[in-house]
């Protein structure tokens, strides 16, 4: 079959690397059916390696910019899944996502790349769109009790601070105390490769955001 949008699916090394790793976690923190929604989705490359994966799954993904919602429909294109939806333009900030209810939230490699207040409009929409017992899954770089837990990831934060002092790696116990305040209850932070941690967050039963 003669594959409809070959430009327009970008590909990223990273997410190459990382989405193996990161669907050991989803298989065992995410529900076996129910509506998910991937906020960030970047390329497309994880939500149609997930939703390929989690065939149960009805899997929602999004993004603000433009040529990453392209990549996503014609990875989605590509890869012809019946269980991947047309990417939505979500901004969390905005009080209208284009979703009522989830069974779980997928944010990989945001935070960091984002305004604090990102994350603050990340949990608080999340708390009010997740059913009791949804799952928040975040992906990416933390410093833990105020240090970078590498070299590297000084570097990177450097580097991220230089191209705009909003962004940086975020301090692992903030983002949980934030969660906490927005009725999400962490899990022990699960190390993943290249100095990354998941964060696992489930909604408490009667939760709201605060």
Not at 7 to 18: G, H, K, Y
Request: charged share 20%; aromatic share 6%; net charge neutral.
């Amino acid at each position: 079959m003669t594959d409809p949008h070959p430009a327009l699916r970008q590909r990223s090394p990273s997410a190459e690397r990382n989405r193996e790793p990161i669907l050991s976690v989803l298989r065992d923190v995410l529900p076996a059916t129910g509506r998910v929604l991937e906020i960030a989705s970047g390329t497309g490359q994880h939500a149609v390696h997930f939703a390929r994966a989690m065939p149960g799954l009805d899997w929602q993904p999004s993004d603000l910019d433009g040529d990453a919602r392209a990549s996503i429909a014609a990875w989605i294109a590509h890869e012809q899944l019946g269980n991947v939806r047309a990417p939505l333009a979500l901004d969390v900030h905005r009080p209208d996502w284009g979703v009522a209810t989830l069974d779980a939230v997928v944010c990989i490699n945001m935070i960091h790349i984002s305004p604090w207040s990102a994350t603050e409009a990340l949990f608080a929409g999340a708390s009010e769109r997740l059913v009791a017992g949804g799952v928040l899954y975040l992906y990416g770089p933390y410093r833990r009790g105020g240090e970078q837990t590498s070299p590297s990831n000084e570097a990177f934060d450097r580097q991220l601070r230089s191209r705009d002092p909003a962004w940086g790696v975020r301090d692992m116990e903030t983002v949980v105390a934030l969660g906490a305040s927005c009725g999400l209850v962490a899990a022990p932070p699960i190390p993943m490769p290249a100095n990354n941690f998941s964060l696992i967050f489930t909604k408490r039963p009667g939760a709201q955001a605060v």
